[in-house]
């Protein structure tokens, strides 16, 4: 067994994840991930070492070497010669975020990213109302220190618990959450609990076929 399968089946194990888990959220078959995990000679990388690293939660330089701590989260990345602290943000569901933000802990993996700190979170898309621009499966960060101007794209609870991904625009008086679906309905502010955070990136994955 290669060091990094030892170390992604170890991850597996302490998240009750199974391989076939993993292979999906990677966008990968469950026989890739079955290979990392078993290889007989000692690989430290692979092509999805880093997203299997923001799925488990863990430090992408420790699933690489072993060196560190698994859950040190904040890493240093070269960019054209310039240091960029990146730190780990949890990666929620729309029906994870209000226990997020209530403080209970979140162990179902992150992002690394450098346009948050430890205030932020990593919002999957579900659902159309926000295509073509958003599709389901997307990944937006949000920082919940922020506060929205007219433009932004705001995370928001509404008073019935849900959590909606929208276009802020103010409005007198109040303001209104707007899709950029059209087959999809405005939010008006009366509807809404707390605007979350804005939005500072959109990822876009795509399913890889091997």
Partial sequence: MSELGTRVKRMLQEKGMTQAQLARLVGTKQQTISYICNQEHPATTSRYSTKIAEILGVNP???ATGQGSPYDLTVPIAVEGVAVHASQVPLLKEEDVAAFLAGKPHNKGGIMT?????????????????????????????????????????????NSGVIAFRRYRSRHPGFELVPENSDWDTISSLDVADIVGVMVEHRIYRRVKD
Avoid: H
Avoid at 138 to 146: A, C, F, R
């Fill in 61 to 63: 330089a420790w699933l």
């Fill in 114 to 158: 450098d346009r948050v700190g430890k205030d932020g979170f990593a919002l999957v898309i579900e659902g159309d109302s926000m295509a073509p621009r958003f599709r389901a499966g997307d990944t937006v960060v949000i920082d919940t220190m922020l506060q929205p101007e007219p433009g932004d794209y705001v995370a928001a609870m509404l």
